[in-house]
């Protein structure tokens, strides 16, 4: 049977959150999934975090993480809360890491990223399933791969069904053990994971309303079990559809057309960008220019569940 998700606390006001990666200018993507977010917060009377997502030292940039707020600012896109900025955090996710190690849940992992495809099986296009090569090693074979590579950590995962009911994607579920694997919660260069921070943040900053794009609905299951294994309130999620350059070629940082810069060299004002991406992904009846405020007028959360032809991919245009 699966192990359903507990909803966000019921008496809890709706918080949001924007989380971008300083790593460069925002495109058409970003925007939309942060317009997604902000009309399901303030729809129902709820308030929006921005979280800086600066794990990656090496490719997060200062300029970057102004430009982004500027960014947010010039489209409309009031935040209530923040900025907050993971790259200050390491000591709660210590903290967490911690936890997770006295439960006897976390092993070193010495594989390369060779290993990991000769071993693992492909699963859901990109991902992977660990196939648990380390999870078993005894005290000598590990001190023996210690010798030649610093290890990874990772986090023993049951063999369990966890499921949860997307406003936009519907149920979706995942066992653990044979979808997922043992995963990561901190590289070996000593970075704590994407997984573990992100769960952190939302306890720690109150979000209990997650929008973000669909290629993160397969992480979720894994950030449920981490919310409970540590004790945290869970929250409710929206996985919307991605918008794409082709099919199958999500919107990047390098799809300079789709660049805020090219947006406003294209559509001339804010209002008629955020207009564009609304009409073009069911938000909105027809693109005419609008802010994100004009389009909360009619914003319902069933909207968002009905609006869209297709619910994984919508071609950027």
Not at 201 to 211: I, R, T
């Amino acid at each position: 049977m699966p192990v359903e998700t507990h909803t966000a606390l019921e008496n809890a006001p709706v918080k949001g959150r924007f989380a971008p990666s300083p790593t460069g200018r925002m495109h058409a993507g970003n925007i939309y999934a942060a317009l997604c977010a902000w009309l399901v917060a303030k729809s129902q009377g709820g308030s929006i975090v921005l979280r800086i997502e600066d794990l990656d030292r090496e490719r997060s940039k200062h300029e970057y993480i102004d430009a982004v707020q500027r960014d947010f600012e010039f489209l409309g896109l009031t935040w209530d809360e923040g900025p907050y900025f993971q790259s200050g955090r390491d000591e709660a996710y210590q903290q967490a890491f911690d936890t997770l190690v006295e439960k006897g849940l976390v092993y070193p992992c010495y594989c390369t990223r060779a290993d990991l495809h000769a071993a693992s099986a492909p699963h859901r296009g990109e991902k992977l399933i660990y196939a648990g090569t380390c999870r078993n090693l005894t005290a000598a074979q590990r001190a023996q791969r210690e010798l030649s590579r610093k290890p990874a950590q990772r986090l023993i995962v049951p063999d369990e069904v966890y499921a949860l009911d997307d406003l936009v994607q519907g149920h979706y579920e995942q066992n653990l053990a044979h979808d997922c694997g043992d995963f990561l919660i901190r590289r070996s260069d000593g970075a704590f994971a994407y997984q573990l921070a992100v769960v952190v943040d939302d306890a720690a900053q109150g979000v209990n309303s997650v929008v973000r794009g669909m290629d993160l609905l397969c992480s979720t299951p894994q950030q449920i079990y981490l919310q409970r294994i540590l004790g945290l309130s869970e929250a409710q999620y929206a996985h919307v559809p991605l918008l794409v350059a082709e099919r199958n070629r999500r919107l990047s940082k390098r799809d300079h057309d789709a660049s805020i810069d090219c947006l406003l060299e294209r559509f001339k004002s804010p209002e008629a960008i955020v207009g564009h991406i609304a009409g073009i992904t069911g938000l909105a009846p027809n693109c005419d220019p609008a802010t994100p405020e004009q389009l909360l007028e009619t914003f319902t959360i069933g909207r968002l569940s009905t609006c869209f032809d297709d619910l994984v991919q919508i071609q950027w245009r």
